[in-house]
């Protein structure tokens, strides 16, 4: 690896509008005050690792069911999958990863199978590491049929900073482990609610990798 590819990461092309309209204002703040305008170049330069989308390796052995976003495990309980996916009111294990605004934002899907559906529903925009936001905030929720029959379901929550979530997927597409299904933009979290019966093996506080940390193995 060459020692540029550890600063320099790939941007998702969502990103580079953003980018643009920072580095725009910096441009103004420099023709106003030099030391506003340096401010300017630091927050460009944030803007841009914020989009970053590196490669990542994912694991391959079956069953295993891999953390869709990075940042911190928040919550680990029992609750009840989103209503507006018309499932089963009964409570499986949810996971929440909650990502801060300095953790990369592209979503990852945490197993592989096809999208069975789709369901998006407004809200508000709280702090996404409280516990009340899976119900109240924006949200944007994903059934994931496996090759066993058994369901996944993965949700995209906005947070207090987070204003859109994007979804690069549709209903009936079929995904690989790992593949990217979406982003939210500036600070959110994902709720992974796990099959019947299938424990997590991590822990609350404990640092996550899309693509590539292991939350649970479906064969257990």
């Not at 989308?53 to 990075?70: H, N």
Request: hydrophobic content about 45%; aromatic content about 8%; proline content about 6%.
């Amino acid at each position: 690896m060459r020692m540029t590819d550890t600063f320099i990461k790939p941007m998702h092309p969502e990103g580079r509008k953003f980018v643009a309209i920072f580095a725009l204002v910096t441009l103004v703040l420099f023709a106003v005050e030099d030391v506003l305008g340096w401010i300017g170049v630091g927050l460009t330069v944030w803007c841009y690792y914020f989009f970053r989308d590196p490669e990542r390796v994912t694991p391959d052995a079956p069953g295993l069911v891999i953390s869709p976003a990075d940042g911190v495990v928040s919550l680990i309980e029992p609750a009840v999958p989103p209503r507006e996916l018309g499932l089963p009111e009964e409570p499986l294990t949810r996971v929440s990863v909650f990502m801060s605004v300095f953790n990369c934002h592209v979503n990852r899907a945490p197993v592989a199978g096809k999208v069975e559906k789709i369901a998006y529903k407004a809200g508000k925009f709280l702090n996404a590491s409280l516990d009340k936001a899976s119900e109240d905030n924006e949200r944007n929720s994903l059934v994931i049929r496996m090759d066993d029959d058994r369901i996944l379901t993965v949700t995209q929550i906005a947070g207090l900073v987070a204003r859109r979530i994007v979804s690069f997927t549709q209903e009936g597409a079929v995904l690989d482990r790992g593949e990217r299904f979406g982003l939210i933009r500036f600070g959110s979290r994902l709720d992974i609610y796990l099959p019947d019966g299938v424990a997590p093996s991590v822990k609350i506080g404990q640092t996550m990798i899309a693509g590539e940390t292991v939350i649970a193995d479906l064969s257990k």
